[in-house]
């Protein structure tokens, strides 16, 4: 998979992909990220890539000009399967959605900042708009580290054990189950004999139990769906 992201503030990505799950992806040439600085395309010698709001009112809004020029550069090389665009009154993103686009071989990311992008840009360009939540950042690049990591670790290949993705909370609308490791015993708290029972079937069917009571208690809407 090939991942570009277009950003204002390209540094604030250098850290999150230069570790952990991210990183091993890219070692193994599994996933290619890249970066581009949308001030490359700024409209003048100063760096503008901004400018007011038409019709008064605070803060600032990104140009069309810079991210159709990335754009179109971008766009003339490859044919992406998505165009996304993080803003927080896009799609809120879950686990089905990330499954999807974990299928794609080329996503373009857009970044957005300060009170977003000119709406002609989301109108010409954009496949996909995704929102981490419901509140707001500084920037489109912190939802996007999000939405990176979320689907490079699906892809093949990239955990060590292929399975492990798919008992994770939301991939069959439950949360996860609660989990154990050594010692057995920890200041009075036992792990659950059943665990320790070698039976797998029956671990099994405990916990699917438990990670239905645990949805019910905190997520009963998943249940709902």
């Not at 993103?93 to 686009?101: D, E, K």
Request: negative net charge; hydrophobic residues 40%.
């Amino acid at each position: 998979m090939r991942i570009d992201i277009v950003t204002c503030q390209p540094d604030l990505l250098v850290s999150p992909f230069a570790h952990s799950i991210v990183k091993r992806a890219q070692d193994k040439g599994l996933a290619e990220i890249h970066l581009h600085d949308l001030r490359r395309y700024a409209i003048n010698k100063h760096g503008q890539i901004d400018d007011y709001v038409f019709g008064g009112g605070a803060g600032m809004v990104l140009r069309v000009e810079p991210i159709a020029a990335c754009f179109d550069e971008l766009l003339a090389q490859r044919s992406p399967s998505g165009v996304i665009y993080m803003t927080p009154d896009g799609e809120t993103l879950r686990q089905p959605l990330v499954n999807r686009l974990s299928l794609a071989g080329n996503l373009l990311i857009l970044c957005g900042h300060y009170k977003g992008v000119d709406e002609r840009i989301r109108q010409a360009y954009i496949t996909h708009e995704i929102s981490v939540g419901d509140y707001v950042l500084s920037g489109g690049e912190l939802g996007a580290a999000i939405l990176v990591d979320a689907v490079v670790r699906l892809l093949p290949g990239v955990l060590g054990n292929e399975e492990s993705a798919l008992s994770d909370s939301f991939q069959d609308n439950l949360l996860a189950p609660p989990v154990y490791t050594r010692p057995a015993e920890w200041r009075g708290l036992p792990v659950p004999e059943i665990l320790l029972s070698g039976n797998t079937p029956k671990i099994d069917v405990w916990r699917h139990e438990q990670a239905l009571v645990r949805t019910q208690q905190r997520r009963p809407d998943l249940l709902q769906e």
